[in-house]
């Protein structure tokens, strides 16, 4: 799978992205991301458990997929809706307005450990600055070193949070110059075409 590394061609102010924020009550940089299938093992209960725990003043804006009983087992268990920075925004189809959305956010978490290489993380990669990724070889082979790590364990998330929210701009620019040029180098869709291509060609 591949991914872009151009900005998104909404402008800041554009209509629908300021309607969106509008409605989600976020703001630039204030918000964390998580773009994912509401599936247990994309690891929602540890993402917003941690998230819970941590001192973080920003938000947790998750998009995502409908699934009635996971909402209601999450929230039996972790009682997430009493905290006012979790905030589950639905989905978004607009290929556009979501990669706006992931050049704003301050973070982005990824919790998957299933599945090998994933969609929503090169995209995440080719367009949001800092990302937080769970720590499984295939999500440690994308990221390298243009992403930070965490565990399922308990506090290593909500420290990596805090950790964090000290860095400065400067650092967190360049992690997300080296998560663009892993994308450049190796999840282009040119190279992805191109490696596809030589495959094909070697069967025959």
Known sequence: YGAETKPSALAHDDEKVEAW?????????????????????????TIIREFMKSRSKKNLAIITTTNEQFMEELERKLHFGKDSRIRFT?????????????????GYVHGHEVGGTNPSLLEAMGSTQLNLLLDVGFNREVGEDGAVYWEKTEGSLKRLIEKVEEMGAEEIQELGEKARGRIRREYSWERIAGRYEELFLAVE
């Not at 409605?23 to 599936?39: I, Q, W």
């Open 21 to 45: 924020f509008g409605e989600k009550r976020l703001k630039e940089k204030e918000y964390y991301l998580m773009v994912g299938r509401f599936v247990p093992e994309n690891n929602f209960e």
């Open 90 to 106: 639905g989905t978004v189809y607009d290929q556009e307005l979501l990669k706006k959305i992931r050049e704003k956010a301050f």
